[in-house]
């Protein structure tokens, strides 16, 4: 009964049934009331008045019975034939007196019970298995009855062979049907198979599947409207990939964390940000738990409704995390977490370098500023008694305090510039030898002069020139040399070397001074370093000359390197690109 064929075949078996019995059944009645009807009127037509007449004269005479008998079969109309109809004459009691079939009794019908009360009984139901008729007759003052029976052995034979008629029919009938419910189903399920396969393909996930239309009934109709919805859903699929894919590549190279974890707590996405901030490794194994138990309950969380979100920090190693963690979807089954780290150890580092280098710049500005105060304060308490040497030596150390002053100021200016993207570069192609040779003499009288140090300039080879800010890379040198010149116990020796190194061109500053120790070399850029903070103010240091010499030379896309010795000495070299050999 599964497939549609069965269906088909079994509709097809059953409206043919129902048809042929039907038929049948109205043949056969119809069969039958046409010979009780037709049975009437024979009867009507032969017991005519005169025939009634004759029949009512033939009782008066001796031995009526026989003779009515006689003349009843002799009577062409009546179609007596002893097998099937007979006639019988009966007493008014109802007794037999003669027969055509010579059998003595008869059984009582409606009929016979009308004629034995002197009316004539002729109605007949096509439902008896008989058909009769019943006529009292008066002569001579004799009473009898004529009565006709038909035991409709005629019409049962014609019946029976209807009824073979209409079983071989039906037979044929359902053989036709089987076939033609087969070529039928055929035609229906050939598409429908089709759809079928489409429909698999489709719930397998080939969107691309589509079927063909062969017909516009109503089968067509709806292969056109799947084949219509498998082009929506495959767009739709398409633009949800598409999404996807944008999202998992944002996902994949944004620079802050993101962890996902399923309803349970097990990871169920995760980027490599936050693989390498959490410094651990993730599968779907890790749970919330493991990672996050101190910073947040997952339970908690999920009763979140969006856009609600808890924000939080965490610590691993010497990171400073920020958490954000929300709830991503309301769906009960489907839900789970999402945490975005973000990294804020720069921030935090930026935040307190920041607050380091405000509270230096106001304590580099006040010292100058309490001794200009103090000195000024001197001169003008004490008025004219202070000798004025005495006068003269205060306002000098005024001015110098000043100059420092205007020097820190200048420098602080020309950081915030750099910073900023302010300083302008007025980039050249000069010869480097040239402006190391430049800085070199500059420095040497005031070296040897006042210093009593030995100053030497050595160049390896051509040296190529430099594209870049001449003034400014020439002022970083002689900021290095001059480092070297005030770190140097007096009678010292320094060593200025030019040279190359593959692509690129160096100057190194060489001295026998007083060194640094190891501990302060990596400071040694940050703003306002000093490793010995009154032996610079002394010489005039501002602690700013190195940030601002390597800021200079990282904009050229150079470095600067410093090598020392604590109590030995110092080397500063730096590196440069060359520009480009001229054709
Ligand atoms: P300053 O104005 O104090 O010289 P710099 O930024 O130029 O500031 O230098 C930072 C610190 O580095 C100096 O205070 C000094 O302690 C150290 N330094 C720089 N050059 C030398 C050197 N050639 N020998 C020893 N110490 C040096």
Not at 299 to 316: A, C, F, G
């Amino acid at each position: 009964m599964r497939s549609l064929r069965t269906k088909m075949v079994m509709i097809m078996v059953i409206l043919i049934l129902a048809l042929m019995l039907t038929t049948g059944a109205f043949l056969l009645s119809g069969v039958s009331s046409f010979f009780v009807s037709q049975f009437y009127e024979q009867m009507e037509d032969t017991f005519s008045p005169e025939f009634i007449t004759q029949l009512q004269q033939l009782a008066a005479e001796p031995n009526a019975p026989a003779q009515m008998k006689e003349l009843l079969m002799a009577q062409a109309g009546l179609s007596i034939d002893i097998t099937g109809r007979n006639v019988y004459i009966l007493d008014r009691s109802g007794t037999v007196l003669e027969s055509s079939d010579q059998k003595t009794d008869v059984s009582m019908t409606q009929n016979l019970l009308s004629a034995m009360n002197g009316e004539i009984g002729q109605s007949s139901a096509i439902t008896n298995d008989y058909m009769d008729l019943a006529i009292p007759v008066e002569g001579g003052g004799e009473q009898y009855i004529a009565y006709i029976l038909d035991n409709r052995a005629t019409v049962d034979a014609l019946s029976g062979e209807l009824v073979t008629i209409i079983l071989r029919a039906l037979g044929l009938g359902i053989v036709i049907c089987v076939v033609l419910a087969f070529l039928l189903a055929q035609i229906l399920i050939t598409p429908i198979r089709a759809l079928t396969a489409g429909t698999k393909q489709v719930a397998a996930g080939d969107f691309a599947e589509r079927v063909s239309v062969d017909s516009m009934d109503e089968i067509g109709v709806l292969t056109q409207n799947f084949n219509h919805m498998a082009k929506v859903l495959q767009d739709t699929i398409s633009e949800a990939e598409n999404e996807r894919n944008k999202l998992s590549t944002l996902f994949l190279h944004m620079t802050d964390g993101v962890v996902a974890f399923s309803k349970s707590g097990n990871v169920i996405h995760f980027n490599p940000a936050a693989t390498q901030m959490l410094a651990r490794n993730l599968s779907e194994q890790t749970t919330f738990d493991e990672i996050f138990s101190k910073e947040a309950e997952l339970d908690t969380l999920l009763t979140l409704r969006r856009p609600q979100y808890i924000e939080t920090q965490k610590t691993v190693g010497d990171r400073e995390l920020e958490l954000f963690l929300a709830p991503f979807s309301s769906d009960q089954t489907q839900g789970g977490v999402l945490v975005v780290i973000h990294d804020v150890t720069e921030q935090r580092r930026n935040e307190q370098l920041k607050r380091e280098f405000v509270a230096n710049v106001s304590h580099e500005l006040r010292t100058p500023l309490t001794n200009i105060k103090s000195y000024a304060e001197t001169i003008v308490e004490t008025g004219s008694e202070l000798p004025p040497e005495l006068q003269k030596n205060f306002l000098n150390v005024i001015i110098s305090e000043a100059d420092r002053m205007t020097r820190i100021v200048q420098d602080l200016l020309t950081l915030s510039k750099i910073d900023y993207g302010k300083m302008e570069m007025n980039i050249t192609r000069f010869p480097f030898a040239k402006a190391v040779q430049n800085v070199y003499e500059a420095a040497r009288l005031n070296a040897e002069q006042n210093h009593g140090h030995t100053m030497t300039l050595t160049f390896d080879g051509d040296i190529p020139d430099v594209n870049g800010d001449r003034e400014r890379l020439e002022q970083v040198i002689t900021n290095i040399v001059s480092n070297a010149v005030k770190y140097t116990p007096n009678g010292g020796r320094i060593e200025m070397r030019c040279g190359t190194r593959g692509r690129e061109v160096f100057v190194r500053v060489t001295d026998n001074g007083i060194g640094i120790p190891e501990k302060d070399l990596p400071r040694l850029f940050d703003r306002f370093y000093r490793v010995d903070k009154a032996r610079s103010r002394e010489s005039g240091g501002t602690g700013l000359g190195l940030s601002i010499a390597q800021e200079i030379v990282n904009q050229h896309k150079g470095r600067i390197e410093i090598a020392s010795t604590y109590g030995k000495g110092t080397a500063v070299t730096i590196t440069l690109p060359a520009a480009e050999v001229r054709a």
